[in-house]
Nanobody, 123 residues
Framework: VQLQASGGGLVQAGGSLRLSCAAS?????MGWFRQTPGNAREFVSV????????HYSDSVKGRFRISRDNAENTVTLQMNSLKPEDTAVYYC????????????????????WGQGTLVTVSS
């Protein structure tokens, strides 16, 4: 499975951006991680196949919203009220295996990664 991410860019603090990711095949859990220079990849949000089970990191909860379209094998991350600390390279991820709740935030649980898209939030 290949993941193709799009979106991202430069926005002022308080603004919004939308990230999208298309998978070339069927996957179960899809979502996003992010990374800043010198730091480990950080969990942002994931959504299960059902589309009704979503999970967010505390740092983005209430500001970001994840959704998916299983017919198109796509996942979208709507990012609102962006902050400078949201600046990072965002990676789309996917798994074809079920990921248990306690492991959702672990990068190693996702076998498929997109190329990364840069989000820059200016103050």
């Amino acid at each position: 499975v290949q993941l193709q991410a799009s979106g991202g860019g430069l926005v002022q603090a308080g603004g919004s951006l939308r990230l999208s990711c298309a998978a070339s095949g069927r996957v179960l859990t899809m979502g996003w991680f992010r990374q800043t220079p010198g730091n480990a990849r950080e969990f942002v949000s994931v959504i299960r196949w059902s589309g009704t089970s979503t999970h967010y990191s505390d740092s983005v909860k209430g500001r970001f919203r994840i959704s998916r379209d299983n017919a198109e094998n796509t996942v979208t991350l709507q990012m609102n009220s962006l902050k400078p600390e949201d600046t990072a390279v965002y990676y789309c991820v996917a798994s074809q295996s079920r990921v248990i709740l306690s492991a959702l935030a672990l990068p190693r649980m996702y076998g498929f990664w997109g190329q990364g898209t840069l989000v820059t939030v200016s103050s």
